[in-house]
T-cell receptor, first 116, second 114 residues
């Protein structure tokens, strides 16, 4: 079974531009979460989608947005890029979302975004 | 608020020796705890989880973790380290708000030398 696929793997943008990152979850997985990884802040939760609905959101500005499609694929968008947005963006998928939190999240290799 | 602490930035061990990577947590309610490993230019790989049950959890690649409720710890262990275990290790706790949000520790870099 194929793992979580993130595209592209690398991106270089300039300040003020916008960017869209894509994530294809493991087949059958309906929950997709996004995380930002930076040397200074570590791993931080951005948001989670399940059945095309945002179920949870981290503490990031409104420039960060996402969506999920009917086939569970997800995209995240960052508008008006800032230098501080340079990071590794990781997508994770799991079978379902539930209050009991037993689901294991499987991560993709990430998209490394560099903002110049 | 939920939080996870990994008190060591780096752990160095010799190949063949046992290794321990430390993690302590602070949660309200029952903790759901996870260990992940990250190799260079890779995403996170799931190693093991604790939900309920036995305090000793066995995971992938010979790793195990010991859950200690009184000490609020969840240390990762391996009886005999390999050079290939050298990587960045993250402890995480599921957020009490439900769903799948994970709160990660800062990570511990494990270096296994021959």
């Amino acid at each position: 079974k194929a793992g979580v696929t993130q595209t592209p793997r690398y991106l270089i943008k300039t300040r003020g531009q916008q960017v869209t990152l894509s994530c294809s979850p493991i087949s059958g997985h309906r929950s997709v979460s996004w995380y930002q990884q930076t040397p200074g802040q570590g791993l931080q939760f951005l948001f989670e989608y399940f059945s095309e609905t945002q179920r949870n959101k981290g503490n990031f500005p409104g420039r960060f947005s996402g969506r999920q499609f009917s086939n569970s694929r997800s995209e995240m968008n960052v508008s008006t890029l800032e230098l501080g947005d340079s990071a590794l963006y990781l997508c994770a998928s799991s079978l379902a979302t539930s209050g009991r939190g037993k689901n294991i999240q499987y991560f993709g290799a990430g998209t490394r975004l560099s903002v110049l | 608020a939920q939080s996870v602490a990994q008190p060591e930035d780096q752990v160095k061990v010799a190949e063949g020796n046992p290794l321990t990577v430390k993690c302590t947590y602070s949660v309200s309610g029952n903790p759901y705890l996870f260990w992940y490993v990250q190799y260079p230019n890779r995403g996170l790989q799931f190693l093991l989880k604790y939900i309920t049950g036995d305090n000793l959890v066995k995971g992938s690649y010979g790793f195990e973790a010991e859950f200690n409720k009184s000490q609020t710890s969840f240390h990762l262990k391996k009886p005999s380290a390999l050079v290939s275990d050298s990587a960045l290790y993250f402890c995480a706790v599921r957020d009490a708000g439900g769903y799948n949000k994970l709160i990660f520790g800062a990570g511990t870099r494990l270096a296994v030398h021959p």
